[in-house]
């Protein structure tokens, strides 16, 4: 049985597949984007010419240390494939994001995206989503309030911590992030409608009817799913 690493590093070697010469390509965050950066950047070396948008800073840093080119919004207003992992998958391709803090970046390159392919080992695919800790990020001026709306939607929340005990965790964008506590999700959908129109809130980890594909490794291959797989 290989290990998660090597599952992950599969799912990533698949997704190069969908990288043409030319093209504009959405960097994701993650230990699994990470790894396909990792590919992309060894592509680039061997003379692979495409431009990157990334969805972190340190994706960002990452790229262009490899050799790829970043560049912003102002210079391309859409990528051609966007690459990025995911700590849910459920049926329709529902997702939960944003575990390692990068969200409000990784919706705005996933929503500029013609293709946006998740890459993910098979222990990310859930019937239900809600296992994972549901991110929200938020203005630091109305975290109490946001805390309170969320606790009175049956969601309980605290603030997420920096690695290291250094304080609370800020975001690319200066932001804090809330944790709802595990639970399943009953709506997605309405529970994102209550989530978009909360006051302070800038974006939460439910990416719906974003996804267009996802690559996922387990034991004997890639699956490739798309938003009509039965799972």
Sequence with gaps: MPTQDELKLQAAQRALDFIE?????????????TLFIKLLGEKVKQGLKIRGIASSEDSA???????????????????????DGADEVAPGL????GGGGKLLREKIVASASKKFIIVADASKIVQKLGKFKLPVEVIPMAEPLVTERLRALGYPSSIRQAKGGSGN?????????????PMQVADPEVLAAELDGMVGV???????DMADLALVAGADSVVEYTPETKF
């Design 21 to 33: 010469p030319g093209m504009v390509v959405g960097l994701g965050s993650g230990s699994t984007a």
């Design 169 to 181: 965790y800020i975001t690319d964008e200066g932001n804090l992030i809330l944790d709802c506590d």
């Design 202 to 208: 800038v974006e939460h980890g439910l990416f719906l």
């Design 94 to 97: 529902a997702l939960i994001k």
């Design 61 to 83: 840093k990452l790229g262009a240390e490899l050799g790829i080119p970043i560049i912003g919004f102002d210079k391309a207003t859409e990528t051609d494939v966007t690459v």
